[in-house]
């Protein structure tokens, strides 16, 4: 994972951009460097590091009615890290590709310095693993720091190379399972040091937002995927195929949490989880309409984002609820 980067050489041909490209590039233009930086840094998407260790810890807490917020503190911190080092990470590697030629918002474009940013997403990644070992340290148990280990695992080989599996379209499988079972899993285990059924059917949920996230993030970028050999599901089934899916994966997501209350795993409380409801039918109805004009879906994602906060923050919010009630 701390290999150096690829030589800068484009790995395949980088054809003419097309008017879409074009379009998708001119509404970044005009923008100034510091709304460019904010775009690359992302900061709404770090809920994706957050919302699975709340949720493992939110149940732990249900079942024990204890909770080290040191621990929970440290986790915190640590997948903060972490996915900093996969996004920083992912831009490098995007750019030796080419599949970024486009995106004005890459820290690679804005920097200049695609070895710098390498090491900077490595330091990341030394933080985020240094307090994940200062946990299985503490608590005399690698647990964690193997699960942790093999999420980062799954998270090199989505973009990394020689591997980059989500250019086979396998993005979304590897970022179910990194931030879903194996992240909530990992936090639960670091506040109770035990397995838990619940645990595991919420990993399911979390997992299937976070993923719905990346789903909607091709949208706008297809023809640039398609030029730099990345297929990715969106480019496989195409935008209009893609966005008629939506509503159903999000179906899927709520009648999901319904089944668990349903079937006594998860308290009623999280039921609270509904409130993300709003958020499902506008990303729902955003790409119904407009899912092959890139300049008015770009932020889909972002939609999907506010979908995972609010599910996410509600669910292990009710599990803390049927504690304290």
Avoid at 46 to 68: R, T
Wanted: charged share 10%; aromatic share 12%.
């Amino acid at each position: 994972m701390l290999a150096q980067p690829e030589p800068s050489k484009r790995t395949r041909r980088s054809p003419k951009a097309s008017p879409v490209q074009l379009a998708e590039k001119g509404t970044w233009e005009g923008r100034s460097r510091r709304q460019l930086w904010m775009a690359a840094l992302k900061p709404p998407m770090y809920s994706v590091a957050i919302m699975p260790i709340w949720v493992g810890s939110a149940i732990a807490y249900a079942q024990s009615g204890a909770m080290d917020v040191g621990v929970l503190a440290v986790f915190l911190g640590a997948a903060i890290c972490l996915l900093a080092w996969v996004n920083i990470s992912n831009d490098v590697f995007d750019a030796q590709t080419g599949v970024d030629k486009n995106k004005l918002h890459s820290l690679v474009s804005l920097t200049g310095r695609p070895v710098q940013v390498f090491w900077v997403g490595n330091a990341f990644l030394a933080l985020g693993l240094a307090g994940i070992l200062w946990l299985s340290w503490r608590q005399s148990d690698p647990t964690v720091l193997l699960l942790v280990l093999l999420a980062c695992g799954l998270g090199y080989a989505y973009q990394g190379p020689p591997l980059r599996l989500g250019y086979y379209g396998l993005g979304e499988l590897l970022c179910f399972l990194s931030f879903g079972p194996l992240a909530v899993l990992a936090a639960h285990y670091s506040q109770s040091q035990s397995w838990s059924l619940p645990a595991l059917a919420a990993s399911l949920v979390v997992g299937m937002v976070t993923s719905l996230i990346l789903f909607c993030s091709h949208f706008h970028q297809v023809e640039d995927d398609l030029a730099a050999g990345k297929r990715s599901p969106v480019a496989r089934l195409g935008t209009r195929r893609s966005a008629r899916l939506i509503p159903w994966i999000c179906g899927s997501i709520f009648g999901l949490l319904l089944l668990f209350v349903g079937l006594g795993a998860f308290p009623a409380w999280t039921l609270l989880g509904f409130a993300g409801i709003p958020f499902a039918v506008r990303l729902s109805r955003l790409l119904g309409a407009y899912h092959d004009q890139p300049q008015r879906i770009s932020h889909s994602k972002f939609i999907a984002v506010g979908l995972h906060f609010w599910l996410g923050l509600f669910l292990g919010l009710g599990f803390i609820l049927s504690r304290l009630g």
